[in-house]
């Protein structure tokens, strides 16, 4: 991403600024793309290029914080040019804002919690109402046991009763002897 930044040049304890165009991702000693302006910190003496600054800021540059606040005060206008405002928080505020925010974190506790036991106690009366699948195959294996005890009890019922056998016949007497028989 392009952007347009400062890049610190002079001496020890006298600080100027270039402002440049550059990638972002390169160091800030690095060669840049373009240079727009000069920057004083000292005596707060602007020297900018406003033509090309808004030809990159068309083509899509973005203004660092501290060059935004410089483009807005050399009456340049244009929508990426925003100001991040930054506020110092004491230490009184700094340790409220925490109360808050660890009150908030113990109320989300407490709320999941609720919903956790409320989830539960819906399980358990469903558990309650409706018969577990164990509670259902169990009645069920005890259904199959009784009748399989009925059937063994009408089949022990069966083979108690005597058949009815018929009477055998009579056998007939062989009173002659063994070659007689043969004729």
Do not use: C
């Not at 100027?16 to 840049?32: A, G, M, W």
């Not at 000069?38 to 660092?64: C, M, Q």
């Amino acid at each position: 991403m392009i952007v347009i930044r400062l890049r610190r040049t002079g001496k020890k304890h006298q600080p100027n600024y270039r402002i440049v165009v550059t990638d972002q991702r390169k160091s800030v000693y690095s060669p840049y793309i373009e240079m727009l302006g000069h920057y004083d910190p000292k005596t707060k003496k602007v020297v900018l290029d406003k033509v090309k600054t808004e030809e990159w800021l068309k083509k899509g540059a973005k203004p660092s914080n501290t060059v935004s606040k410089i483009l807005t005060k050399e009456g340049l206008k244009h929508n990426s040019i925003v100001i991040k405002k930054f506020k110092a928080i004491s230490k009184k505020e700094l340790e409220a804002q925490k109360a808050k925010e660890e009150a908030e974190k113990a109320k989300e506790q407490a709320e999941k919690e609720a919903a956790k036991v409320a989830f539960e106690e819906k399980v358990e009366a469903e558990k309650a109402a409706e018969p577990s699948s164990e509670e259902k195959l169990q009645a069920a294996a005890e259904e199959s046991i009784k009748e399989v005890k009925e059937e063994e009890t009408t089949e022990a019922k069966v083979e108690e009763k005597p058949e009815e056998k018929p009477e055998p016949e009579p056998k007939k007497e062989k009173n002659s002897p063994a070659g007689e028989d043969k004729k």
